[in-house]
């Protein structure tokens, strides 16, 4: 469509009894924006709902560490919980509480265990009676950590004074010395950066044979999570699609309470008003109707009346209705604004301008095949990272397609010139009568006349791209009633008019020559509309019969005047001739494909050079799909925003987003 979608206010007064049935249908249907908001305080059904989706995700989550657990994938559209579900609810959360605690007990129990094993093993190798340590009145002892490099040098620096053990390779040690001799012993430890620490207490008490003693508390506590994970496995085999299924219904009913407290209300009914579709606003009204038994009043406001909008407090919010190949276009759009609502959408010459750009910039015929080819291997999602790069399929199999076209005109397969040859002569024998190489050239060697005619056409795309940008300005600025900038702004009419008579007189000056082109008829059509453009704003207050004419006074009308008309010719200037870049990079492609062939050409005849060949081939041609694919996109989008783009999108609107059910993700 070249315009958003109509759309139409509805205000609701829905009795209480109804409001969760009514929320429930529009949240599945995603067709109704909630707008006029206030804020409100929780329910104590939301704190329920909250509480119980929060165990649920903790089961799940919990279940779903099990090996060989089917969790199940929860509801499509999900509705809001019912008493019999909160019921269910609770009594799974309570049955898996047990296992929950026990699991938890267990993993602690085996890690203390190991924990204190590991500083057994440690602390085995002194074989020393660690209970009477402290006891013992003629020695010193040290226990802490120093940096694991540092063991040897501190061993040798007290060697024949004291003792020093390696406990473990993170840097533990155990010292001891004479009392007299922990002096020079503390002196070198502290040159170590020796960090000191206490011998833990249940090591000291720990009976000979405490290690086997560990290693069995270990092995059953595994054991026991062995037996844990079984049982875990049949609960969540039993639960598992249930659970998913209320957890969706909890994160429904949490959906549902919270809207409820942003609606204004009374304590028999709530007001619901929100923006919808006008091809769904009839449909809607009668489901509503019938699923409160006619207990709903409704008023309907075109998008144009409503309140709201005719006191400036709300923009009607724009929906853009597109298919599957537009679809992957309109990010590009919107990155950049969404468009005000009544006005065009550019989304389908976005696709049209994208297209054909990177087309002229990028064509081969087996490099486009190779981006057919992964648009549909996107298109089928596998494998599975590529899922969530699905949406932008059409883009890659479309410009795919038009790159295999131009790469045929080009005459140019994976980078080599050679290959279409045959084809193309025949084709051109037919056609006009004498054989060509290929229909379009891009290499100076073949004719540097061609080479002028193809950045021409070029700068012709650029000319037909930016007066569609400023026909779309024109018609946007009527339809928004913004006469002043319909007409006298350089993206109006009168731009408009200065820049195509621009064109024209440049094409008559090419065929006829400068001096013979110019002359006063000339001079007098392209200053009129500059002339327009500097009186614009007090010739639009004289027309609207308002006063003062200069309301920031003459000496500032003269200066913005002149800034304007300056800005307009650079404006218009700088817009045509960005597009020889597309000339400059198609012809950049085609020498980057040349200097592919010379290199492996010239590597083909050492030893092994067949096989060096076709890997240069190969190599290059990557290379090529990759970094100049990457940068041709980014000068692709670049034109868009500064040539196209700018020319309309002076104000953004507001996207359509429609109340919608978490399962569904936004709806329509």
Partial sequence: MIFPQKMKKLELLIFKTDIDAVLEYLGKEGCFQVSDQVEGKPSERYAKFEELSRKLQGTIAFLGSAEGAESGSGEKTPSMPHEEDIAAAEEICLQTAPLVEREKSLLERRQKARNTLEEVESFRRLDLPLRDIESVTFLAFRFGSIDPSGFEGLRAAVEGRAFVARLDDSGRIFAVSSKKGRFALDAQLKKANFREAAIPEEIKNL????AAALEKECADAGEALANQKEEKRRFAARWGKTLAGLADRMATGLLVEDLKTHLVSTETAFRLSGWIPAEYAKKTQ???????????????????????????????????????????????????????????????????????????????????????????????????????????????????CACMVTGFLYGSVFCSEELLVGPTRFITGRLFGHEMDRFITLLPNHGIDRIFVFFAFTLGVGVIINSI?????????????DFRHAVFAKTGIVGALFFWYAVVFALRALSLGLGEAFGLRDILCMAFPLFLLFWGGPLCRLLARKRPLFTEGVFTFVME?????????????????????????????????????????????????????????????????????????????????????????AETGTAFKPFGLRAQKGGL
């Avoid at 009976?207 to 405490?210: I, K, N």
């Avoid at 008309?565 to 980057?592: D, P």
Wanted: charge should be positive.
């Fill in 469 to 481: 940008g400023l026909l779309i300005n024109i018609y946007n600025r009527f339809r928004l009633r």
């Fill in 207 to 210: 009976p000979p044979d405490a």
């Fill in 286 to 400: 009668a489901r509503l109707t019938e699923l409160t038994r006619g207990r709903i009043a409704i008023r309907t406001y075109a998008a144009e009346e409503a309140p709201s909008v005719r006191e400036g407090k709300e923009k009607i919010p724009v929906r853009l209705a597109h298919g599957k190949l537009l679809q992957s276009f309109s990010g590009l759009v919107v990155s950049y604004g969404t468009p005000l609502y009544g006005t065009i959408d550019p989304t389908a010459l976005v696709c049209v301008f994208f297209v054909l750009l990177f087309a002229i910039m990028f064509g081969d015929v087996g490099q486009g095949f190779v981006g057919l080819a992964a648009g549909f291997a996107l298109a089928s999602g596998r494998p599975a990272f590529l899922r969530p790069w699905k949406k932008f399929a059409p883009i890659f199999k479309t410009v795919g």
């Fill in 561 to 649: 005047g002149f800034v304007e008309v300056m800005e307009t010719l650079s404006y218009f200037f700088s817009n045509t001739l960005s597009f020889l870049r597309v000339g400059a990079f198609a012809m950049s492609h085609a020498i980057l494909s040349l200097i592919i062939f010379i290199l492996a050409d010239l590597i083909a005849g050492v030893p092994g050079g067949s096989v060096l060949r076709v890997l240069v081939v190969a190599g290059g041609n990557i290379l090529i799909i990759v970094l100049e694919g990457l940068i041709v996109s980014i000068q692709v989008i670049r034109l868009h925003y500064y040539e196209f783009f700018s020319k309309f999108f």
